[in-house]
Nanobody
């Protein structure tokens, strides 16, 4: 099993920045891809960004490309999401997720491990 704990959410004004962190523990070596998803009230959970634990390949949703940056510190088993130029439509609960298969997907159901989520609220 892999345990994921997110932190760093909060309230920020439009145009501001936040950095989310996700601390991973347990059988972290079993995860090949780590991702961030978000879910706004009344909406489905959607893909935000993903990165391979080994390597430098990253993936982004079109809605955040150029504004968000995903990164990881393997030595600390920590995943990050730097969010800049935030917009009110970025308001959501953000989830960290891990996938054992080494194939990129944007489908939440194809990830194996999930954190509890952290709230991000962007005011206009």
């Amino acid at each position: 099993q892999v345990q994921l704990v997110e932190s760093g959410g909060g309230l920020v004004q439009a145009g501001g920045s936040l950095r989310l962190s996700c601390a991973a523990s347990g059988r972290t070596f079993s995860t090949n891809i780590m991702g961030w998803f978000r879910q706004a009230p009344g909406k489905d959970r959607e893909f935000v960004a993903a990165i391979r634990w080994r390597g430098i390949i990253t993936y982004y949703a079109d809605s955040v490309k150029g504004r968000f940056t995903i990164s990881r510190d393997n030595a600390k088993n920590t995943l990050y999401l730097q969010m800049n130029s935030l917009k009110p439509e970025d308001t959501a609960v953000y989830y960290c997720a891990g996938r054992t298969r080494d194939v990129h997907t944007t489908t939440p159901g194809e990830y194996d491990y999930w954190g509890q989520g952290t709230q991000v609220t962007v005011s206009s």
